[in-house]
């Protein structure tokens, strides 16, 4: 028998050592997220928490996964990479508020054809800053190399969060009709309905280097402004009291997502000239011909989280916020009913 050319994994197109050399490099990023509770560094074959040490007494743990969507389409071809790092968190850890919980810790999902640490390093970077801000550490993740999986440069990212709150302090708890509705400004599009946003750039021939039709720099680079993390805001608000339930807008808008955390029997007015329609949404309107309703059930349309709380705590909370770093608009009020009723015209 003659012997064959010998084969080894770099040769299929894994390299190994570029693995290990990027768990070394994104060791100092996970350590700056560390945080009480965390029991070891990156490199084990899973990541240990300790909950006493994280101060909880009878917790109940909380997770959340989420990706990015088609943004990433538009941080690859832009080469502009940390921000859908923060995205990733913000996803999920915005998610876990919703319920009470703060976030403790997160893992990645890193997915690609053929390992470029300079970029994966960009990612991850965005991850760890994105965990610094919320209060979670990143404990641990996966970088999964895949040749013939995907074409050249591209890449696919997953999160997965854990958080905790003590037994009894769910969210929503205690919604009532007329509690008022606090929307806390997005810092635009976020993560949400970039299919769309896509469609409309193509359809107006605009490259993603172009000049930003409403505001300074390029469209990319406006469209990539990462999506606002509320952790730290949102738990303040809790603590301080008068807070029944927080709806994170995503997919789906105002128009799915506040239901969520409405009882039975319960809907609500939102007064749609109680904020401004950010520039960006506007463009959308206008360039892509979408009407109101499509835009509030595909995008955030400028509020990226709502807070219900009980009336005579509106002004106190609404103030917390803003001092918290919030911008805060008074957007209606929980009604008897179903689902979610606009008054006046988007835009």
Known sequence: MTQKNGLTYARSGVDIDAGEALVERIKPAAARTARPGVMAGLGGFGALFDLKAAGYADPVLVAATDGVGTKLRIAIDTGTLAGVGIDLVAMCVNDLVCQGAEPLFFLDYF????????????????????????????IGGETAEMPGMYGAGDFDLAGFAVGAMERGQALP?????????????????????????????????LAWDAPCPWGAGSLGAALLTPTRLYVKPALAARCAGGVRALA?????????????????????EIDLAAWALPPVFGWIMTEGGVDGAEMLRSFNCGIGMVAVVAPDR????????????????????????????YRGALG
């Open 111 to 138: 997915a690609t054809g053929r390992l470029e640490p300079d970029a994966a390093a960009d990612v991850i970077e965005g991850i760890a800053d994105g965990c610094a801000r919320s209060g979670a550490a990143l």
């Open 173 to 205: 708890s205690g919604v009532s009709e007329g509690d008022m509705l606090l929307g806390l400004a997005s810092d635009g599009v976020h993560s949400n309905g970039f299919s769309l946003v896509r469609l409309v750039a193509e359809r107006a021939g």
């Open 248 to 268: 994170h807008i995503t997919g789906g808008g105002l128009t799915e997502n506040l239901p969520r955390v409405l009882p039975e029997g319960l809907g609500a």
């Open 314 to 341: 509106a002004d106190a909370l609404a103030a917390l916020l803003r001092a918290e770093g919030e911008t805060v608009h008074r957007i209606g009020r929980v009604t008897a009913g179903q689902g979610v009723a």
